[in-house]
């Protein structure tokens, strides 16, 4: 059946079972009422010697079973401290979404244990900021428990016929009571790490242990200390020679014994020893948090009745240690006000915390219920479900095949065989056409293919002849008649002139991934300097415009799909003071021309010559790779060489008479000039002159309809 909004909070201890059962307030969020109580004392201390505590735990459930319902509402445990593992970590600023998957690592790293072998749940603590997404020095709260352990707190529940919806570990459960009950302003102010609020200090002495939990409601801080009310009953039944049963008699009633002093100085070492790890722990807590300030300090648990116990950690601390006396926001139902309830409030603190925290409003929400048992419990709930809508389906699927049967007997006649009949021919012959037609389409598909083949088979043949016509057409050049020319260095310098010493092409299946990607930055920054340059088309080539979009990344975007890489290897001596040199030269006429320049082929009617730009043909993406500094260099015009003449090095300039001086040589002819090295690169995705021409007819229709649109648009605002 579904649950009710009660929850009942039970701690199973050593001494004791204790157990609330809280419901929401109806007017008042920040409070709750507790609806009912029980508490059931052992009729001996679980870890006292001869006890059995499976059997007295058995019989305690039993009795707490008889006294009260627990039908539809949710149960929530505490196990010790010391069974769990609980870590504060804090992460470095990270994406919020992906701290699911750190804490996975850190638990792998915290957790000595495999996560197969353990119950283990996380959560981040309130108080961090967060800002585009991104977690700011968030801390995380880690906690864990060997499936073993959480088996065994889970059996003698199990077996009593009580299904537990919440595990939390008992500091965890005194933590969410603090926050909830004594902490009224709790987030009022944006936490801040540097000034944190002042921290409380919790002491929870149990039997055999004592929780000591300091928190300042956004952190806790936590630690099990190995002390408890029965190790006083130890030092009692050694000191004074007594029984364990008699020595927590003695113990509980020291003040009326017959020598008082003689009790207290017998425990006086226990207390000198809780004293010592309360204050070792809280320096280590203050060694670790520099900047927490302790606020107030407060007593839990029934061994804190212990006479003189409460005044002892006073002024030993130097903080005031107070029990609590009642629970501000618990309302006061019929149970509360009952005597057992106020003479064992300190036990209930616990119980307190795990109502809390199953109401929702705990600030802690993290539960060691293993996963498969509240995956089983979900399978079970849906189960009737599942059954009535198979039902359902099973009347349904039952109603509709007599309707059928019903419709079928109604039209089962010779006419209606006959109809089916030509029914079935009908269909036999449309299908036999079907598959006519399709093996017509194959067949026209099979000779398309060999068309386009053949046709892509020649015009493959000159895509190379047009790219090298393409980069011939780039290429500057000289306007003047060679007689015109003057082999002198201020000549050779003036002229519009880039030699091309070496043409490599590199095929890949991914030009873009390829190449560009890995040459994209450089890319960018090579065409960006160009415009910081301030490069002029008007000095190399003698007009125009300076250089435009050489920033850009290229016509149409970054390239993609099967291509080339093209690299040419040159030099130039346009190198005088006048303006475009070196880099500059080749960015305004090898660079721009690849980018913006046409070419004529026969891609006319009748394959008549028009002009092509490059980027049609499939050219994009150039640039100057690298460019090297002013080499000098010294030419023999008499040579007769392409561009100049000879070409060596400078190292002397050659003499007028023979080195040995035996025949006069004539008058040296060389020319010193400054030659300038470069590398171009550009993407070549080769597109052939059919494909060229079905571009440009789109383009001329979409000129055609571009007017009709304008004109209807023009009548439209007319109209208006």
Avoid at 283 to 308: C, D, Q, R, V
Avoid at 322 to 332: D, G, T, V, W, Y
Avoid at 472 to 491: C, H, I, M, S, V
Wanted: hydrophobic share 35%; proline share 5%; with cysteine.
């Amino acid at each position: 059946m579904a649950k009710s909004n009660a929850v009942w909070g039970i701690d199973i201890g050593q001494c004791a079972l204790k157990a609330l059962e809280c419901r929401p307030h109806e007017k008042d969020e920040n409070r709750i009422v507790v609806e009912s109580f029980d508490y059931i004392e052992y009729p001996k201390i679980l870890s006292q010697p001869e006890a059995e505590p499976e059997e007295l735990v058995r019989e305690a459930l039993e009795l707490f079973l008889s006294r009260n319902d627990l039908t539809g509402k949710s149960v929530a445990i505490s196990v010790a401290g010391q069974s769990g593992l609980a870590r504060f970590i804090k992460l470095p600023p990270v994406e919020s979404k992906k701290i699911p998957d750190i804490v996975k690592y850190e638990a792998r790293q915290q957790i000595p244990f495999s996560l197969e072998d353990v119950v283990w749940d996380y959560q981040q603590l309130t108080g961090g900021s967060e800002e585009d997404g991104f977690a700011l020095e968030p801390e995380v709260g880690l906690f864990a428990m060997k499936r073993d352990q959480v088996a065994r707190a889970l059996e003698p529940l199990e077996a009593a016929g009580i299904e537990v919806d919440l595990i939390q570990l008992t500091p965890l459960a005194v933590y969410n009571y603090v926050c909830f009950d004594r902490l009224d302003d709790l987030q009022a102010q944006p936490y801040d790490p540097q000034a944190p609020p002042e921290s409380t200090i919790v002491i929870s002495l149990g039997t055999d242990t004592t929780d000591l939990v300091v928190t300042n409601g956004y952190r806790v801080w936590q630690r099990n200390i190995p002390i408890g009310g029965n190790h006083f009953t130890r030092s009692l039944s050694k000191e004074l020679k007594l029984t364990f049963a008699k020595a927590e008699h003695l113990k509980r009633n020291a003040t009326q014994a017959d020598d008082p002093k003689a009790v207290f100085q017998a425990m006086r070492p226990v207390f000198s020893d809780l004293l010592a790890e309360i204050q070792r722990s809280l320096g280590y807590f203050t060694s670790i948090e520099k900047s927490a300030k302790f606020g107030s300090a407060i007593a839990l648990g029934n061994a804190m009745k212990l006479p003189g116990l409460q005044r002892y950690l006073s002024q030993n601390l130097e903080q005031e240690v107070k029990p609590i006396e009642q629970f501000e926001r618990l309302s006061a139902g019929s149970s509360s006000g009952r005597a057992p309830f106020k003479e064992n409030i300190l036990s209930f603190a616990v119980a307190y915390g795990l109502c809390i925290q199953g109401l929702g409003k705990g600030e802690l929400h993290t539960s060691l219920l293993p996963e498969e048992i509240v995956r089983s419990r979900l399978v079970r709930a849906k189960k009737p479900w599942v059954v009535a809508g198979i039902a359902a389906l099973m009347v349904g699927m039952t109603f509709n095949y007599f309707s059928h049967v019903s419709a079928w007997s109604e039209t089962s006649t010779d006419a209606m065989k006959q109809a089916e009949s030509a029914a079935e021919a009908a269909k036999r012959n449309s299908d036999g056409f079907k598959n006519a037609n399709a093996e017509l389409h194959e067949q026209f598909e099979a000779l398309k293919v060999t068309g386009e083949s053949l046709v892509s088979n020649v015009e493959g043949r000159l895509k190379w002849l047009e790219l090298v016509k393409a980069i011939g057409t780039a290429l500057p050049k000289d306007p003047r008649l060679p007689e015109e020319r003057k082999e002198t260095a201020e000549d050779i310098s003036d002229r519009n002139e880039l030699h091309i010493v070496s043409m490599v092409a590199q095929e890949y299946q991914d030009v873009g991934a390829e190449y560009f990607f890995l040459v994209k930055s450089k890319y960018d920054e090579e065409h960006s300097t160009s415009v910081e340059e301030g490069t002029d088309v008007h000095a190399a080539v003698g007009g125009g415009d300076p250089l435009d979009g050489q920033s850009e990344a290229g016509v149409g975007g970054d390239p993609s799909g099967k291509g080339w890489v093209i690299q040419l290897t040159g030099f130039h001596y346009h190198n005088s003071n006048r303006g475009n040199q070196t880099r500059r030269f080749v960015n305004n006429t090898l660079i721009k021309s690849l980018k913006e320049g046409v070419v004529l082929l026969p891609d006319g009617e009748g394959d008549t010559l028009i002009e092509v730009a490059m980027e049609d043909m499939g050219i994009s993406h150039p640039w100057l790779v690298e460019g090297s500094n002013l080499v000098p260099e010294i030419l023999d015009p008499e040579a007769g060489l392409p561009g100049a003449g000879s070409r060596r090095p400078p190292g002397g300039r050659l003499g007028t008479s023979d080195p040995l001086g035996e025949e006069e040589l004539p008058e040296s002819t060389e020319i010193e000039l400054e030659r300038y090295d470069f590398i171009v690169e550009f993407c070549w995705q080769p597109i052939l002159k059919s494909q060229r021409r079905e571009n440009a007819e789109l383009k001329r229709q979409n000129e055609a309809n571009q007017p009709a649109e304008t004109a209807v648009a023009d009548e439209s605002n007319s109209t208006r």
